[in-house]
């Protein structure tokens, strides 16, 4: 989500799950604060806090006078929502948009991903940014698709033990066992799912309803633990429904 985050660095959003903001503070506050495109606003008038509003409001009301360079425009994990009943409630809550993440946004996210292959990097990515900012994750992502990514999944399903302290002992990845043994489990899910006539990214593409929020994310989820897959929670999916274009 994009929420606002004052001065003193707490986000306004922390203990509440994201909805929409006042279209006028987006149009007044946020081009101020960073190049925003089109596509950016709409995104954030659609999806951003109402907390960071009421608490911009209630401000506003008392007096309280905002300088601009005091609101940082900022993406979670799940880029535009926040669900805080499951498991990344503890992740880091914002994080600045840098350049990197901002071309990112403008010319990857929610362009429509068909393939296996490219919905598995995306489900890993998904994964590895738990607890950490998009920023990171995109500066190393080369170093990702090199060490695990370029892989088939049929060899990523057969890593064992010393692949896995392989990976541990390369500085340029995120070095974190839990998120490595995910990948590996959800490789193995991949492949199961083959047995039942389909891949990831059809699976995923063919799953009805489709989630149009957080909340509607819920049986997918399920559908996906019963099949295997792991350390997916509802946000954690619905961000890659976003960003391979299966939800707008």
């Given at each position: 989500?994009y929420?606002?985050?004052?001065?003193?660095?707490?986000?306004?959003?922390?203990?509440?799950?994201?909805?929409?903001?006042?279209?006028?503070?987006?149009?007044?506050?946020y081009?101020r604060?960073?190049?925003?495109?089109?596509?950016?606003?709409?995104?954030?008038?659609?999806a951003?806090?109402?907390?960071?509003?009421?608490?911009?409001?209630?401000?506003?009301?008392?007096?309280?006078k905002?300088?601009?360079?005091?609101v940082?425009?900022s993406?979670?994990?799940?880029h535009?929502?926040?669900d805080?009943?499951?498991?990344n409630?503890?992740?880091a809550?914002?994080r600045?948009?840098?350049?990197?993440?901002?071309?990112?946004?403008?010319?990857?996210w929610?362009?429509p991903?068909?393939?296996?292959?490219?919905?598995?990097?995306?489900?890993g990515?998904?994964?590895?940014?738990?607890g950490?900012?998009?920023?990171l994750i995109?500066?190393?992502?080369?170093?990702?698709?090199?060490?695990?990514?370029?892989?088939?999944i049929?060899?990523?399903?057969?890593w064992?033990?010393?692949?896995?302290?392989?990976?541990?002992s390369?500085?340029?990845?995120?070095?974190n066992?839990?998120k490595?043994?995910?990948?590996?489990?959800?490789a193995?899910?991949?492949?199961?799912?083959?047995?039942?006539g389909?891949?990831?990214?059809?699976f995923?593409w063919?799953?009805?309803?489709t989630p149009?929020?957080?909340?509607?994310?819920k049986?997918?989820v399920?559908?996906l633990?019963?099949?295997?897959?792991?350390?997916?929670g509802?946000?954690?999916?619905?961000?890659?429904?976003?960003?391979?274009?299966?939800t707008?």
């Amino acid at each position: 989500m994009y929420a606002a985050s004052f001065g003193c660095g707490t986000p306004a959003c922390a203990n509440v799950a994201a909805v929409r903001v006042i279209p006028s503070l987006t149009q007044c506050w946020y081009p101020r604060a960073m190049k925003i495109t089109p596509r950016a606003t709409r995104a954030i008038s659609s999806a951003a806090s109402r907390t960071a509003g009421v608490f911009i409001k209630n401000s506003l009301q008392r007096g309280t006078k905002w300088a601009p360079t005091a609101v940082k425009v900022s993406m979670t994990l799940s880029h535009f929502e926040l669900d805080t009943h499951q498991d990344n409630q503890q992740q880091a809550l914002t994080r600045d948009v840098t350049p990197l993440v901002q071309e990112y946004f403008d010319t990857e996210w929610g362009n429509p991903v068909t393939t296996e292959k490219e919905m598995f990097e995306l489900l890993g990515l998904e994964v590895f940014v738990v607890g950490l900012s998009w920023n990171l994750i995109l500066h190393k992502r080369d170093a990702l698709r090199r060490a695990i990514f370029n892989n088939s999944i049929e060899t990523i399903a057969r890593w064992d033990e010393a692949d896995v302290e392989a990976l541990l002992s390369d500085d340029t990845i995120i070095r974190n066992r839990r998120k490595i043994n995910a990948v590996i489990t959800n490789a193995q899910a991949a492949l199961a799912l083959r047995d039942e006539g389909t891949d990831l990214a059809e699976f995923l593409w063919s799953f009805e309803p489709t989630p149009q929020s957080v909340e509607d994310t819920k049986e997918l989820v399920k559908a996906l633990k019963v099949r295997g897959f792991t350390m997916l929670g509802p946000v954690t999916v619905f961000a890659l429904l976003q960003c391979t274009g299966i939800t707008s």
